[in-house]
């Protein structure tokens, strides 16, 4: 057997044992949640809950849902809770193939853009949930009972837990593009409106068809862009101060 065959199968090996290492670590979790996996929906459930009228609660069409979908989201919970340690499982898979400069780029870019995808879900939760609802409530007819259905509400929240959370890794996107030569800076801001047009059509697509939802998406998704602006720009300075730094050492020398 060639060299080469045994580091590709050596590569397989471990990508195997680090793939068993994080689903390991997802299953621990998720039985650990696994007997207040009816707690965990209500939990997640609570936003809807709060904007339904008196005595009214959600309803579950399928014989089999209100056991399914409990533990959906109980196996979403836990491998939001292990994802610490499918990250690290990624992140040490990929290292030792990476160059110095790049292992010191990659793991705060792993970490910026784990907890700018947590910030953005929770974002979700706890300011847009209860906005989008209670406007929703605001303009259903008083002749009906709103009775959401079980699988269709979780369907909705992934949906928004996914773009808003996608929403926030716009700055890290900004600074990739930047990082490695794609874009620059100047051609950023001259973007800019195109980039303002396109949040709004992106929300109007992803949202429910109601104005709330829509800006409480594409209003954060312009404003992150800026912010990946501007984060570009004063590391974009900070590498060139670096530079200069290093010229004078050797002209000095």
Same mark, same amino acid.
């Given at each position: !057997? ?24 997802? =299953? ?5 949640? !696994? ?16 904007? =339904? ?57 792993? =970490? ?42 979780? *369907?909705?929240? !992934? ?24 874009? *620059? ?27 709330? *939802?829509?800006? =409480? ?18 590391? *974009? ?17």
């Amino acid at each position: !057997m060639s060299t080469a065959q045994e580091t590709f199968i050596s590569h397989l090996v471990e990508l195997r044992d680090r793939l068993l290492r994080a689903m390991l670590a997802v =299953l621990v979790v998720f039985l650990c949640l !696994m007997p207040w996996a009816s707690d965990v929906y209500d939990l997640l459930a609570q936003p809807m809950m709060r904007t =339904l009228p008196q005595g009214t609660h959600m309803i579950a069409t399928g014989v089999v849902t209100p056991f399914f979908v409990p533990v959906k989201v109980t196996m979403l919970a836990a491998f939001v809770i292990a994802l610490p340690v499918v990250l690290y499982q990624a992140w040490a898979f990929v290292a030792p193939g990476l160059y110095a400069h790049e292992r010191r780029l990659g793991l705060p870019l792993v =970490l910026g853009s784990t907890i700018l995808f947590l910030l953005g879900v929770a974002f979700c939760y706890f300011f847009v949930f209860g906005t989008v609802f209670k406007f929703i409530a605001q303009f259903a007819p008083k002749s009906i009972t709103p009775a959401p259905d079980i699988e269709q509400y979780l *369907s909705f929240v !992934m949906t928004m837990f996914l773009a808003f959370g996608l929403t926030f890794e716009v700055p890290v996107a900004v600074i990739l593009l930047v990082k490695t030569g794609v874009v *620059s800076i100047a051609k950023l801001v001259e973007a800019r409106p195109y980039v303002i047009v396109g949040a709004f059509i992106v929300a109007a697509v992803i949202t429910p068809p109601d104005v709330v *939802s829509q800006l =409480l998406l594409a209003v954060p998704m312009c404003l992150l862009y800026e912010a990946g602006i501007i984060i570009a720009r004063l590391i *974009s300075k900070d590498r060139e101060s670096s530079t200069d730094e290093a010229l004078e050492r050797i002209e000095s020398k």
